[in-house]
């Protein structure tokens, strides 16, 4: 039976995994940090890790792609979209009053995510706006802190799994900004993961790094790719961590790795002098809302 590490029972992982697997029997093992789930699939404790990269509110998220491309090696597999929709989780009866209605004033300290918390700027500035927000490592944990911390007037944004996983009441359902806020997940692991749906797409991943002092070098490398028509869906500059002013550019190719226009293109950029890595070829996932298992 496959291993896949993610973060806690309950976290936005816990759901969008769910929802890919669509039934597929696997061993979760869940870790408190995302690092834990990275080193976990580095050291061959589980096949695969869950790791959410990008965000339609937030973008990037930066700490995971950093990890992927400067502290492991270990290629994307999948990668899938899942709506994150966040809830104010916490015990109702703590914060009514006496007439039975529910008072937003009593709740004193919020805990989830940063990039959750991020995605409820408006409901948390209208309803609690004097609330402290402390940051957690993955919303289940927060929810979990407030399980834990009973009479506090303690609350947290998560998911509906994870206020059923530690049996709290959802105060107050899909607090995000925004309707369309979805996550992308990649799913890391030494081997492709067969998975009995059909793609929408594939994908690989490229990492390209300039020659240093050569003028018009990223407008090569982009041509590499215009001029035989393959559709770029990402371009991001992310600094390489040995010199100042000195980025790399990961960039999101809609074709497989081994199709011939790809391997000519990487070909023609390495003979301009760049530096390319494939961090993963692989299938792509949309959310289909009505064929979601998750409940």
């Known amino acids: 039976m ?31 940090l995302i690092s834990d ?20 509110i937030e973008g990037s998220v930066s700490l995971h792609m950093d990890w992927l491309v400067n502290e492991i090696d270990v290629p994307m597999q999948v990668e899938w979209v899942y709506p994150s929709i966040q809830n104010l989780i916490g015990n109702r ?31 948390l500035a209208r309803y609690v706006p004097v609330a402290e927000l402390e940051p957690v490592g993955s919303t289940s944990e927060g929810v979990k802190i407030v399980k834990d911390n009973p009479g506090k007037g303690w609350a947290a944004i998560g998911t509906t799994l994870g206020s059923t996983t530690h049996g709290l009441d959802i105060l107050s359902s899909s607090i995000t900004d925004h309707d369309n806020n979805y996550t992308r997940f990649v799913l890391i692991g030494r081997e492709p993961l067969a998975l009995p749906r059909t793609p929408e797409h594939t994908k690989t991943s490229v990492l390209v790094t300039l020659p240093e002092d050569v003028p018009g070098a990223l407008h090569q490398v982009l041509s590499a790719f215009a001029w035989r028509r393959l559709n770029l869906s990402r371009i991001e500059s992310r600094p390489t ?30 003979a301009l002098g760049c530096q390319v890595r494939i961090l993963g070829s692989y299938p792509g996932f949309a959310y289909e809302k009505e064929k979601s298992q998750v409940k």
């Open 93 to 123: 009866s703590e914060f009514l009053k006496p007439d039975g209605s529910f008072a937003f004033d009593k709740i004193t300290r919020i805990y989830s995510h940063a990039v959750a918390t991020a995605q409820c700027r408006q409901f």
């Open 241 to 270: 961590k040995k010199k100042l002013g000195n980025y790399y550019f990961y960039i999101d190719v809609l074709e497989s790795a081994d199709s011939v226009l790809l391997t000519a293109a990487v070909g023609e950029i390495e």
């Open 37 to 56: 789930v990275f080193m976990s699939t580095v050291d061959g404790n589980s096949d695969y890790g869950v790791i959410p990269i990008e965000n339609t």
């Open 2 to 32: 496959k291993r896949i590490s993610l973060l806690p029972s309950g976290s936005v992982s816990h759901e969008a995994l769910l929802y890919l697997l669509n039934g597929e029997t696997v061993e979760l093992v869940h870790h408190k």
